[in-house]
């Protein structure tokens, strides 16, 4: 059976940074592109970033561009997020999702979905 794991969300002041991960089981991980997906209180989840199997192309929504960075070790079957300058904006429940080859936006194309972790922004 298939499972997504986050780990590393937590409250983090406005300004700075954190790193979430998510470790994979039972998928043939270099096969599946990764995502990140957020969703805030009363929000609709949105996209935040992908990456590919290969590790060699990355997707970025366009409020988290230059502040956040995806990247996995296929090693250790474990996709990050590295959040840099975080904002109370970005408070929301992180989720990590696979799909299978290319990497998209497209929340209905991610087969498999973690549980999420949250990430708390505030002062």
């Known amino acids: 059976q298939v499972q997504l794991v986050e780990s590393g969300g937590g409250l983090v002041e406005p300004g700075g940074s954190l790193r979430l991960s998510c470790a994979a089981s039972a998928l043939s991980f270099s096969t599946y592109a990764m995502g990140w997906f957020r969703q805030a209180p009363g929000k609709e989840r949105e996209f935040v970033a992908a990456i590919s199997g290969s590790g060699d192309r990355t997707l970025y929504a366009e409020p988290v561009t230059c502040r956040f960075t995806v990247s996995r070790d296929n090693a250790k079957r474990t996709v990050f997020l590295t959040f840099g300058t975080l904002q109370p904006e970005d408070t929301a429940a992180y989720h990590c999702?696979?799909?299978?080859?290319?990497?998209?936006?497209?929340?209905?194309?991610?087969?498999?979905w973690g549980q999420g972790t949250q990430v708390t922004v505030s002062s």
């Open positions: 999702a696979a799909k299978f080859l290319s990497p998209s936006r497209t929340e209905n194309e991610y087969k498999y």
